[in-house]
């Protein structure tokens, strides 16, 4: 009789199990429905391998630590993506501009050969209008943004080769100084205060063309004065809130309001020390471990790379989850209303939380916001509404 109820107990037990969860149902449901946009990816600089196809399923855990391919995004529903073009910032000489700007234009070709390699799987686009004809279409949406203005040198004028080349955003800066604005994170501090004059005329020339500012890595005085010069809304393409994580690359609630009120929108982001503080002895491991990262030659960085990845392994209890990211979205779209939240994952550039480790598991953000309460109509704003309005707004004349 007992071994029968302990049966009976475990069969229960497998049956309610096995029954679906209905707002799990729900979120697949609406995460399918919702037309998805990431403002920033780094995997153009992991397309840059020889070895690397983006066509190719892989995974997070795999050597590479790979997070974004075409069959991963279409298993997690992600429509469309920003390939960021990053360029780690170098000496401000004029041999050190003409350098980086032959890696910048090689990593626009791996991009552009890599979509046409596979025309029927993903497109480039351009405007905000392909991002629903190329899902319409059944193909996904690739969109190129350049992180960090140092290939354009002091030559504002060039530009217009890389809006030809589909950039249509531009962040600034990265981790240092360089000729147009301060950043965020420079051991040295301000250069200019914010943005320099050669700056002024970036953003002059950015609104002209119709490339969309972006303030992830510059410094809060940079953020004032492009939001004083602009006159199209800006974007935060991979940036969280500092009032739960207190780090400089983080935006103030001031500046979240400055740039909600220009009709931006700032995309969080799934970098784990930028969602959650991470304790003292692991954020100078890392902090350490980065700057020799941002300065060190190509051929040196893959080990420091595995070196970053050895500390993040050390520390991996204290590794953000999907709870620690939503709750920056939420604070967001409290904050400012949720017109100016939206996704920017940093995948293959240190995004990955438990929870959502790449790009296949980016439903789990959906059904987490669902069972805040967020109704289908926010959810398609902060997916992709909201940054297709910035886009909408920056195309016009
Ligand atoms: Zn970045």
Redesign the pocket.
Known sequence: MKHFLIFVLMFLAFCVAAQPDPLRQKAREIHRRLLTIDT?T?VPMVMSKPDFDINQKHAYNDANNSTVDFPRMREGGMDAMFF?I?LGQGPLSPEAHKEVKVKALSIYKAVHDALKKYPDIAELALTAADAARLNKAGKLAVYIGM?NGYPIGDDVASLKQFYDLGCRYL?LC?SFNNLICDSSTDPKGALYGGLSPMGVRVIQELNRLGIVPDL??VSDETVMDVLRVSTKPVIAS?SNARALCDVPRNLPDSLIKAIAAKGGVVQV?FVSDFLKPPSPAFAAELREARARYFKATEANRESIRLEINAIEKKYAHERANITDLVRHIDYIAKLVGPDHVGIGS?FD??GGVTGCEDVSQIENITFELLKMGYSEETLAKIWGGNILRVLRATESK
């Open positions: 920033h780094d960021a990053y992180e962040t990265h992830s890595h991979h982001n940093d550039g240190g």
